[in-house]
């Protein structure tokens, strides 16, 4: 309890000293965020799945920043976004993204991974949930940390940006965030500052 408070402390922190959420304004074209900011839940979730998928929970609460600001009730429906099935919830996940998730976790033997599951209809909204979205991002997530290890730029750069994309710049030795193209380049660089201001 205490190292949570202390977490929730340095997030605090964070935005006093005036880092913003949003890394693009324009984000949630035609959605937007119908709740306030929860960074209590956020933590309480990314502690609950971080562990299960192998996602530090730093990871998860930095991504979620950058998402939503820690608010579950946002949406982006930008045709970018609807191309995917749109983008919902504090960690952003995309309807057609989640049910690749979903498809994935019907056979995990965890009896909580199956409980929240049930949430999923296989509709976008779902994702509003805050649990079901943290689960799917937390898979996400805790992939991409295999592959890339606990390297916060590569991570984010491959939740916004695709695992392929950071992976194919690796092997060609291409700086990240350096040469990313610009919405990866500012989301990536987003993420090192609120993992360096967290600690």
Same mark, same amino acid.
């Given at each position: 309890?205490?190292?949570?408070?202390?977490?929730? &402390?340095?997030?605090? %922190?964070?935005?006093?000293?005036?880092?913003?959420?949003?890394?693009?304004?324009?984000?949630?074209?035609? @959605?937007?965020?119908?709740?306030?900011?929860?960074?209590?839940?956020?933590?309480?979730?990314?502690? #609950?799945?971080?562990?299960?998928? $192998?996602?530090?929970? #730093?990871?998860?609460?930095?991504?979620?920043?950058?998402?939503?600001?820690?608010?579950?009730?946002?949406?982006?429906?930008?045709?970018?976004?609807?191309?995917?099935?749109?983008?919902? &919830?504090? %960690?952003?996940?995309?309807?057609?993204?989640?049910?690749?998730?979903?498809?994935?976790?019907?056979?995990?033997?965890?009896?909580?991974?199956?409980?929240?599951?049930? #949430? %999923?209809? &296989?509709?976008? +909204?779902?994702?509003?949930?805050?649990?079901?979205? @943290?689960?799917?991002?937390?898979?996400?997530?805790?992939?991409?940390?295999?592959?890339?290890?606990?390297?916060?730029? #590569?991570?984010?750069?491959?939740?916004?940006?695709?695992? $392929?994309?950071?992976?194919?710049?690796?092997?060609?030795?291409?700086?990240? +965030?350096?040469?990313?193209?610009?919405?990866?380049?500012?989301?990536?660089?987003?993420?090192?500052? %609120?993992?360096?201001?967290?600690?």
């Amino acid at each position: 309890m205490a190292a949570a408070g202390a977490f929730l &402390g340095l997030v605090g %922190w964070a935005l006093a000293d005036g880092l913003d959420f949003a890394p693009h304004p324009t984000a949630f074209l035609k @959605g937007g965020c119908k709740t306030a900011a929860d960074p209590d839940t956020a933590l309480a979730i990314a502690s #609950k799945w971080g562990p299960v998928f $192998g996602c530090p929970v #730093k990871t998860m609460m930095v991504v979620g920043a950058i998402e939503s600001g820690y608010r579950s009730g946002c949406a982006e429906l930008s045709p970018r976004a609807m191309s995917r099935g749109g983008a919902f &919830g504090m %960690w952003q996940q995309t309807a057609n993204t989640a049910a690749g998730h979903a498809r994935a976790l019907a056979t995990s033997p965890n009896p909580d991974v199956q409980a929240t599951l049930r #949430k %999923w209809t &296989g509709v976008g +909204p779902d994702l509003f949930d805050p649990d079901l979205c @943290g689960m799917f991002a937390a898979r996400q997530l805790g992939q991409a940390t295999a592959e890339f290890g606990d390297d916060i730029a #590569k991570v984010a750069g491959a939740y916004h940006q695709g695992s $392929g994309k950071i992976r194919s710049m690796v092997a060609a030795r291409r700086a990240i +965030p350096a040469e990313l193209p610009p919405h990866g380049k500012t989301y990536v660089t987003r993420a090192l500052e %609120w993992a360096a201001k967290i600690g």
